[in-house]
């Protein structure tokens, strides 16, 4: 494994760090460098790496977005929101320059100097325009002529012209030019249209030109009779939040249109990234029209918006990258796949509890079939589900609830229009639902909703009958193959009745009640939680592990220091931000925390309180430990009881305790490199769990 540096130096000599917490944004870009490491990892196959690098600039540019637009907003206005760490919105802005500085010169050195030359040396180049020969260029230039030119259009700027509206994190180029009979200079922008591919392939699929230089070499196309003096890429990053007055709307679809709408044409820019051959004269206008100052401008030294490489992923060559992973079907659900031993998947549930752990275990023959049975059994009266974020393309569920109500049952989906990003898929969704009879709901005004559930009724012999699916990650198929996840299926009575409370309370205009089983947010989440902590204060063997994408509530925080403190053992397991300090004497000594990365995307939230001794309470679903998950938003987390389900848990957990590959351990407040000396890789390991389970079970 390729080293990491020793110490991380986001969190630097300002409040942040003499106080009880860590900064929230600086703890998240050391979890981007996390993933940095792995762009640099010698283990990785070329092209793994690449993705990793693509995956760090992809992370940057939602990054400045949303968490740096909105900074940049506060400092403007005037009015100071200080986080529990102490840093001025102005502070944090510094800190945060500075350090994307240092990671964006490591990228592009990981870039320039290892993969770079490492794809070709696998027959695989990047070229440059100038090295091209003849033939070479003679078939971009037609290829330029056919595909590229129709396509371009220069926008330039003088008295009849004014600056052209850069949008949101599109790829342009600054040009130059002089008329040569009057003397005059101007300045035009050209936009690459996102439907042209990034990188060109030459004839023989193993050469590839970034299409700028494609561009800049037949700018006298687009300039004819003018002198070209000088041209460079350039990518303006704008703010993407959408900021809705729901209270004030009587039609929230249209609201979010409209936001969108508006947020595309207005949206203040935050960042502007340059090629480092700009001439001044051009940063100028550019910075003048954009209303940035210095402080917003990134030079690159390499390729603008490396973000791009996910083109180039796609055409690589298998032998570059991990081995496919076909996920298995859960032993539970192999006769469903299998027409000639249909087996009822109620009767299923009607004998147990069945967890799915993705994507070892295959989304399309547990979820997507649960759903498909419950749409075509004329027994299923009626289905809910919640839709927070789905595919734009793929969509299998979305098709099988429009199905069901089309044959006459009750289907209603809450559909979450705020879900950052995916707006309008959302919408477009809820469109197509409601015209084929599915009653579309939008959840709370002021609350996201963001549980992850499917409950199912059922006229049965003895009655009503319920069946729920809850999750830790969303109903898309496409991120089922990539992001960790669990489910739970389940015909619990109390559970099923709960789920049936939550539905009737997001649907209807109800007051939220108590709940038997389920914890709920944002009325009863965080005093379940802080529950479960002071029932372990109170023993010899108190014991707590949890894993989440994110730690930053301070109140939570606070209480994991007071359980550590009284004595309690706590094993954390957070992707990305950790706002806690871990290990600190006299304050978090017995706390561990463990950040693991690597080829799925960790995702599942799952907490265990309890000992061996006691006997163990395990919980999973769909809420991280942030003020907004556990105050502004409606998750749910259920409890595992099954003994058989809690140990599926369990060893998934212990093998990501146990992992020094793609792990990394925070010491106070700095992230380290995980060593053991076994390789031991959890990923891998659930993989050979999934085919074991697959050929035995």
Not at 96 to 115: D, K, M, N, P, Y
Not at 237 to 259: V, Y
Not at 493 to 499: E, G, N, R, T, Y
Request: hydrophobic share 40%; aromatic share 6%; net charge negative.
């Amino acid at each position: 494994m390729a080293s990491a540096p020793e110490r991380s130096a986001s969190q630097p000599d300002l409040p942040g760090l003499r106080g009880p917490y860590l900064n929230r944004e600086l703890s998240w870009l050391d979890f981007n460098e996390r993933v940095l490491a792995l762009a640099a990892d010698p283990a990785l196959p070329l092209l793994e790496r690449m993705k990793f690098l693509a995956i760090f600039n992809s992370n940057l540019d939602e990054f400045f977005q949303v968490r740096v637009a909105l900074l940049h907003a506060e400092v403007e206005s005037g009015v100071s929101v200080t986080p529990p760490d102490g840093m001025s919105p102005a502070d944090q802005l510094r800190a945060i320059r500075a350090r994307v500085l240092e990671l964006a010169a490591r990228e592009q050195a990981i870039f320039r100097g290892e993969l770079r030359p490492g794809l070709a040396r696998e027959g695989m180049h990047l070229c440059e325009w100038g090295q091209l020969d003849d033939p070479d260029r003679k078939r971009l230039s037609e290829f330029f002529e056919k595909r590229i030119f129709p396509v371009l259009t220069p926008l330039s700027v003088d008295p009849a012209h004014p600056f052209p509206y850069v949008s949101n994190l599109s790829f342009n180029l600054a040009v130059q030019v002089r008329d040569p009979r009057s003397g005059l200079a101007r300045f035009a922008r050209i936009k690459v249209p996102s439907l042209l591919d990034r990188f060109v392939a030459l004839e023989d699929e193993d050469r590839f030109v970034p299409i700028e230089q494609v561009i800049g070499a037949h700018l006298e196309r687009l300039f004819p009779g003018m002198d070209i003096e000088s041209t460079c890429s350039f990518r303006v990053t704008r703010d993407a939040d959408l900021d809705i007055e729901e209270e004030d709307a009587d039609d929230l679809l249209q609201a979010i249109e409209a936001g969108l709408l508006r947020k595309k044409r207005l949206s203040d820019a935050v960042r502007l990234e340059v090629d480092h051959s700009m001439p001044d004269e051009t940063l100028a206008i550019l910075l003048e029209e954009l209303e940035l100052d210095d402080e917003d401008v990134y030079i690159r030294d390499t390729l603008i918006d490396l973000g791009d490489l996910w083109g180039l992923y796609a055409r690589g060559r298998a032998g570059l990258k991990e081995r496919p992973w076909v996920p298995r079907t859960e032993p539970h659900f192999t006769s469903l796949s299998d027409d000639s031993k249909p087996r009822d998947i109620f009767a299923l549930l009607r004998e147990g509890d069945i967890l799915v752990h993705h994507p070892y275990d295959s989304f399309q023959t547990s979820v997507e079939a649960f759903l498909s049975q419950a749409a075509a059994d004329p027994k299923v009266l009626a289905i809910k589900h919640t839709i927070y974020r789905t595919s734009e393309r793929e969509n299998p569920i979305g098709s099988t609830l429009i199905r069901a109500a089309e044959s006459g049952k009750q289907v209603v989906t809450l559909v979450e229009l705020k879900a950052r990003f995916d707006e309008q898929t959302n919408i477009e969704w809820a469109r197509k639902l409601e015209a084929s009879g599915v009653h579309v709901v939008y959840g709370l005004v002021g609350l996201k909703t963001h549980a992850k559930a499917v409950l199912v009724v059922r006229q049965e012999r003895d009655g009503i009958r319920r069946y729920c699916h809850i999750g830790t990650g969303n109903y898309n198929p496409v991120t089922a193959r990539l992001y960790e996840d669990c489910g739970m299926f389940t015909a619990d009575p109390d559970i099923c009745a709960d789920l049936s409370d939550l539905f009737n309370h997001l649907t209807g205009f109800s007051h939220e009640g108590p709940y038997r089983r389920l914890l709920v947010a944002p009325v009863h989440l965080r005093n379940g939680l802080l529950a479960e902590l002071r029932e372990e204060m109170q023993h010899p063997d108190g014991r707590v592990l949890m894993k989440v994408n994110n730690l930053s509530d301070a109140r939570m925080i606070d209480a994991l220091y007071e359980a550590s403190q009284a004595g309690v053992e706590i094993d954390l397991l957070v992707r990305s931000i950790c706002c806690l300090r871990a290990g600190v004497p006299g304050l978090s000594e017995r706390i561990r925390a463990r950040s693991v990365l690597g080829r799925f995307l960790e995702h599942s939230r799952i907490c265990r309180f309890g000992s061996e001794s006691r006997g163990y309470r395990y919980f999973m679903g769909s809420a991280d430990l942030m003020p907004r998950n556990l105050d502004h938003r409606v998750e749910v987390l259920t409890p595992v009881r099954d003994p058989a389900l809690q140990e599926r848990l369990q060893h998934a957990l212990d093998l990501l305790l146990r992992a020094d590959v793609g792990a990394w351990v925070l010491d106070d407040a700095t992230w380290r490199r995980a060593s053991g000396g076994d390789d031991l890789c959890a990923h891998e390991e659930l993989m050979k769990r999934a085919v074991e389970r697959a050929k035995t079970e």
